[in-house]
């Protein structure tokens, strides 16, 4: 008979990629059945929906986000009273008997106490995962010396003390936790799971055809990738475009298909091309000079951020570095102005140097609170060179975006210092080289030159893509050399390593005490 586990996560579950890959690795390595106590929002992966192992609960949230400050401070008693009822009343009534909970932190209230008193009714193992500091969260809004916040830092420090097992993040928070709050926790990196893997040509060019009204329509006015645009329209043509042949039609082409009148049939995305032909009886062959599938000349490079548009996110510094990018180009190529005014041609775009610079498209993922207020910033942009694109893709298609992209960029400081961006790691795992902000332990993720570069400024990224992408796509040695050691730091380890050798004995340990 399995035991049983129950993962707690007092937000989105689908917004919480560790905790699902905890549960994933409940049920197929720990052979546990797993219970996911959850926010509904946004879906979890399909990986964890099909296993039929994982059960999950989900409850609503009792206030929507990104309410006013002092509408926020009036209703925050009431909004924890309602979530202690509601998680104690799941966790004793809804829920079989776990042999043992395993808890996001943070948050931090109401969770750790309801936990606690659940342990005691239901006699299970107690473990906290340690992902941040709620108190340092809560103090970005706030300010850390309020006296909320001060409450709060008491009674996460009281509470966190109370499981019988602790799991954190980086070297950093372990010390931390050691120092001063007297918590022996395990560090368990963020690893990639199998699915964030380096994709092929068609895997890209399939995606970018599914994604490509969403690429190319504008935030605002008309960009460098947009289907209406002078620049964009040089390059990218229409997704179902007919080429001519090699050769004329009894010539090579047709020596091709034994005699058979063929036309190439070309299908674009914004960076890629699949080119096929058609016989005289109709049939559809694939044209097997090399390969089918190819980049664009002239494609843009992909750059992917994902965010989630909260305040330990300085967005500014994308939009900031975008502006010197595009202002930078324009003067190395001795143009008078970089913006993009509504009367520019085609021929206003320069070849030969200009070719050396691309246009850049900036992916912006993610859901949150800032995301309307920093998409009205980006339509008062009118650049030449570069274009950005805020969407929400799913679980599934998330990782072929970031194997698709040509740079990843990190804009996560951590509001206590001592966490890391899994965003990164899932980069990694896809071969995706990284821009990251510089704090206090972003080494222990990101090796400078090595696997990725580390700016402080808004000025130093902009250096950092114009080093990046000088002479795009071939010439790019930097590049390169980062995305071969992304790749390395991504398949060096991966979850289900991390998970077996750190988090199954303790969980084992954890469930057999009060079994």
């Known amino acids: 008979m399995r035991r049983r586990a129950a993962v707690v996560v007092l937000g989105d579950i689908g917004r919480c990629p560790r905790m699902q890959y905890h549960s994933i690795s409940l049920s197929r390595q720990a052979e546990m059945e797993v219970d996911i106590v959850a926010f509904s929002g946004t879906e979890p992966h399909m990986a964890l929906l099909e296993d039929p192992h994982i059960h999950l609960h989900l409850m609503k949230t009792p206030f929507p986000a990104g309410l006013p400050r002092l509408l926020y401070l009036l209703l925050l008693p009431v909004k924890v009273i309602i979530q202690f009822i509601t998680l104690l009343w799941v966790l004793l009534r809804q829920i079989p008997a776990p042999d043992v909970f395993l808890v996001q932190n943070p948050p931090s209230i109401p969770t750790l106490t309801v936990v606690k008193w659940a342990c005691w009714i239901r006699k299970a193992g107690f473990i906290i995962d340690w992902h941040n500091f709620g108190y340092t969260l809560l103090g970005l809004n706030l300010g850390s010396s309020h006296p909320v916040v001060q409450i709060h830092f008491w009674f996460e420090q009281r509470y966190g003390k109370m499981a019988d097992g602790f799991l954190c993040v980086t070297k950093a928070m372990q010390h931390e936790l050691a120092q001063n709050w007297g918590i022996k926790a395990t560090v368990v990196y963020d690893r990639s799971p199998e699915f964030f893997r380096p994709i092929t040509l068609q895997e890209k060019h399939e995606l970018l ?13 008309k960009d460098c990738c947009s289907e209406d645009s002078p620049e964009g329209s040089r390059y990218m043509g229409t997704l179902y475009d007919w080429a001519p042949s090699k050769g004329d039609a009894t010539g090579e082409t047709r020596s091709l298909l034994q005699g058979d009148y063929v036309l190439p049939n070309v299908h674009h995305t914004i960076s890629t091309s699949h080119t096929m032909v058609e016989g005289s009886e109709g049939d559809t062959l694939e044209i097997m000079e090399g390969d089918m599938y190819s980049y664009r000349d002239g494609r843009p490079a992909v750059i992917v951020s994902s965010t989630s548009w909260t305040a330990d996110e300085d967005f500014n510094i994308l939009l900031e570095a975008a502006l010197m990018y595009d202002r930078r180009v324009s003067v190395l190529l001795g143009e008078n102005d970089s913006v993009f005014e509504k009367d520019s041609t085609d021929d206003q775009l320069k070849p030969g140097p200009g070719s050396l610079f691309p246009r850049l498209l900036i992916i912006v993922t993610g859901k949150g609170p800032m995301r309307a207020f920093y998409e009205d910033q980006i339509r008062k942009l009118r650049l030449r060179r570069v274009a950005f694109r805020t969407m929400w893709v799913s679980a599934e298609d998330y990782p072929l ?8 960029v990190s804009l996560h400081t951590s509001s206590s210092g001592l966490d890391l961006p899994m965003k990164v790691v899932d980069m990694f795992g896809c071969g995706l080289p990284v821009c990251a902000a510089s704090y206090s332990c ?5 090796k400078d030159r090595r696997n990725g570069l580390l700016f ?3 000025s130093e ?8 992408f000088k002479g795009f796509p071939n010439s790019c040695h930097l590049l390169s050399s980062l995305k071969e050691g992304a790749q390395a730091s991504g398949s060096s380890a991966r979850w289900s390593d991390e998970w077996a050798e750190h988090v199954l004995p303790i969980i084992t340990k954890v469930a057999e005490m009060h079994h």
């Open 209 to 221: 055809k599914r994604l490509y009204r969403q690429l190319t329509t504008p935030l605002g006015s």
């Open 401 to 408: 975006l970031l194997g698709s992209a040509d740079l990843g």
């Open 442 to 446: 972003i080494e222990e993720l990101v």
């Open 456 to 458: 402080s400024s808004s």
């Open 461 to 468: 990224l902009a250096d950092q893509l114009l080093d990046l």
